[in-house]
């Protein structure tokens, strides 16, 4: 037995590798010193046999198998092709070498019956994100099929009892839920061809006794599975077992002689308590070119304002409005091409409609310019309408079982990214769309779940992302899926921004913000401003609340500026001027989850080089008159803030202000007030929010 250790700079990783046997990881967790015995360590976590176990008991470790008694589930399941059926192969993989570099650990199993080997990586970076990944490789010569592979397979540190979950439906992401990890565990396999709205590749461990925690995810745009099996009857050493990895139906890949599979890679983080995982996660290194990106700009999408309804006289109505806000990107959402007069047909003719546009999009593109923006598309390219040119002359193209139906889902099929043609057919049609028209920005959009199932559709998905950017690196990406269904990092390292939910409810969006970003920076969420009352909850909000909601994340406004009062675009103008003044902190910055003793209310705060902005916001009428102060964090405690209220505030709580001069002036406190006493803000009457402005002085 050999002990290796990976360190990161607040971390470190002990594996225990017996050549010809198993590799464990048996310590996770702080940065151990340099000098620690890893010996005596593992001798500190080995348990006795117990009388409930096999003879040798089994260690599932790192690639846990059906075997020698361990009762979970395997991290690989392959199976043989015998004429016209596949039977089941067991299983017997052993470490049989590693390497090890400053920061990856690289171990390679091998089954000598079957002559298969599995290489799983192990990497920390520099965020201390930990990395993992699998390859699978069929040298054997028989005719083998991989029904499973996990990118992760972790023995969870005992220490970590509780799970926090992700479920949601579509306009109502990411509905936290937590409770103990054992006795039933976690399983939770998405079927969609795309992560959905179930959120199950989101994962937080915990350890209630410190408040530590652990985040797990699969950074995949695809179908998951993601399970954690306790060890209730000891089969092992009482670990339950996390694992992560791509889900697909049976047969689908075949691992031929010589071939191969390469799992998406799972993320895990480490962290003192969940803003501190925040941060981790928001770690920009994955996202596409970041350092290179521009301030984000405030967008205004066209689909609450006219929906189909598109002609040019009101596109360019709608742009001289937006840009009247402050309004810096215009978006033509649906309905620009072919014969897209409803959500019917069309899908696929990507070509400018000559009854909205008998001039091309140059006229309208050429307004926007001059009224000092930029112009974004919405696009739906894996997608087809049976009532479309596209279909007529490949119906072929599209996911389909031959000789069975063909069921649509908003009246649309799903084309097979799969293949080739397709792929060029619509890397031809967006590349000439972005050469011969000035467009700044995509909305990406995907409002179909994939049936039948699709073998390598993701695959398909991001090699034409990647042609795509690779031709236009200027052109910046969102991807959509009816709001949050395909959000991950997979995704996030080919785009630009994601939609969070097609709910803009300013109190939905206050758990759904909250949520994402608890591992997505808030530059990548899409937050706007939409209209009241709500088309999708019925709600009616002030245009106060709804803007303060909107400037954390990368604002934008879903909503007609002709349908406001005078007094509601003032206040919204203000509010857009606000999110550019602080754009480069929240976009930047560190994020704070800021906690309230009253549930209603949401606290967040972002802190970057001396300055930090906050957002408190509440949504239902509290219990009490006088509201507990908001205490702050993420401040030098030595310091000393200038603390402001920016205008404009909200209507009713303004009134409750003990000290509104000092408020607007700025009161001058330390980091350890502000952290310790908070600030005692009137947040009584529902649908209130203020926004805290705060700047370090110097000395």
């Known amino acids: ?20 046997g198993e590799a464990d990881c048996i310590y996770l967790g702080a940065r151990l010193p340099g000098g620690e015995d890893l010996a005596m360590l593992a001798a500190t976590t080995a348990r006795g046999r117990h009388e409930s176990q096999p003879d040798v008991p089994p260690v599932p470790g790192l690639l846990p198998e059906g075997k020698a008694g361990w009762s979970g589930t395997p991290a690989v399941r392959l199976s043989e092709r015998r004429e016209d059926t596949c039977v089941q192969c067991a299983t017997d993989f052993r470490l049989v070498a590693w390497e090890q570099y400053p920061d990856e650990l690289v171990l390679t199993f091998y089954d000598e019956l079957l002559g298969v080997d599995i290489e799983q990586s192990w990497r920390i970076g520099a965020s201390g994100m930990v990395c993992t990944e699998a390859s699978i490789t069929n040298g054997g010569g028989r005719r083998l099929v991989l029904d499973r ?16 979950s992700f479920t949601g439906r579509w306009a109502g992401e990411m509905q936290e839920h937590s409770r103990p990890i054992a006795p039933e565990g976690f399983a939770r396999t998405s079927v969609a061809g795309k992560p959905g709205f179930a959120g199950g590749n989101w994962l937080i461990l915990e350890d209630p006794s410190s408040g530590e925690v652990l985040g797990a995810h699969l950074a995949w745009s695809g179908d998951h599975d993601t399970r954690i099996d306790p060890d209730m009857v000891g089969s092992a050493d009482g670990r339950a077992v996390l694992q992560m990895g791509a889900s697909w139906d049976g047969g689908e890949v075949d691992l031929g002689h010589e071939a191969g599979y390469r799992t998406p890679v799972a993320m895990l983080a480490l962290a003192a308590d969940r803003s501190a995982l925040a941060q981790v996660f928001h770690a920009r290194a994955i996202l596409p070119d970041r350092k290179d990106w521009r301030p984000r700009k405030v967008h205004l999408n066209s689909w609450e304002a006219l929906g189909f309804n598109l002609a040019e006289s009101a596109l360019m109505r709608l ?18 091409f072919g014969g897209r007069r409803d959500d019917r047909s069309s899908l696929g ?12 999009l140059g006229p309208l593109i050429a307004r926007v310019h001059d009224l000092g923006m930029d112009f974004g598309l919405w696009v739906e390219p894996e997608m087809v309408s049976p009532d479309s040119d596209l279909y007529r002359r490949h119906p072929d193209w599209c996911l389909h079982t031959p000789g069975r139906e063909r069921p649509a889902m908003r009246g649309q099929l799903a084309l097979d990214m799969a293949r080739e043609d397709v792929r060029e057919y619509l890397f031809g049609r967006l590349d000439a769309l972005l050469r011969e028209n000035a467009v700044a920005y995509l909305k990406w ?3 179909r779940d994939l049936f039948p199932s699709a073998p390598r559709q993701t695959e398909g998905f991001y090699a034409l992302l990647d042609a795509l950017r690779a031709a236009h690196p200027q052109v910046e990406i969102e991807s959509c899926s009816s709001g949050g269904g395909r959000i991950d990092f ?9 939609w969070p939910s097609d709910n803009n409810d300013a109190i939905e969006r206050l758990r759904i913000i909250p949520a994402w970003s608890q591992f997505l ?15 999708i909850t019925g709600r009616r909000l002030s245009m106060d609340f709804r803007a303060k909601v909107a400037v954390f994340g990368h604002m934008g406004v879903e909503a007609d500026p002709a349908r406001m009062s005078e007094k509601e675009r003032e ?5 857009i001027a606000l999110y550019k003044q602080w754009r480069g902190v929240l976009h930047e910055g560190q994020l704070h989850r800021l906690a309230h003793p009253d549930p209603n209310v949401t606290g967040m705060m972002v802190t970057h080089e001396g300055r930090a902005l906050a957002l408190a916001a509440q949504t239902a009428f509290s219990p009490v008159f006088d509201a507990a102060p908001l205490r702050l964090a993420g401040l030098d405690p030595d310091a000393r803030y200038r603390v402001a209220l920016p205008d404009p505030w909200p209507a009713k709580a303004r009134h409750y202000l003990a000290t509104p001069d000092r408020w607007r002036e700025g009161l001058t406190l330390s980091g350890t007030a502000l952290m310790t006493q908070g600030l005692a803000l009137p947040l009584t009457h529902p649908e209130t929010a203020w926004l805290i402005a705060l700047e370090r002085l110097p000395g």
């Open 349 to 360: 003719d990507w070509f400018v409609s000559p009854d909205v546009f008998p001039n091309g």
């Open 149 to 164: 592979l996990s990118a992760l397979a972790l023995p969870i540190p005992h220490r970590f009892t509780r799970l926090t």
């Open 319 to 336: 742009a001289e409005d937006a840009a009247s806000l402050g309004i810096e990107r215009f978006v033509l959402d649906d309905g620009w």
């Open 571 to 575: 206040c919204l103008a203000a509010h």
């Open 1 to 20: 037995m050999e002990f290796v250790r990976l360190d990161g700079e607040r971390l470190t990783l002990v594996f225990a590798l017996e050549t010809g």
């Open 445 to 447: 959009d995907h409002n």
């Open 490 to 498: 997979g995704v996030l390292a080919r785009t630009h921004r994601v």
């Open 521 to 535: 920076p808030l530059e990548v969420l899409g937050s706007h401003v939409g209209p009241s009352p709500n088309p």
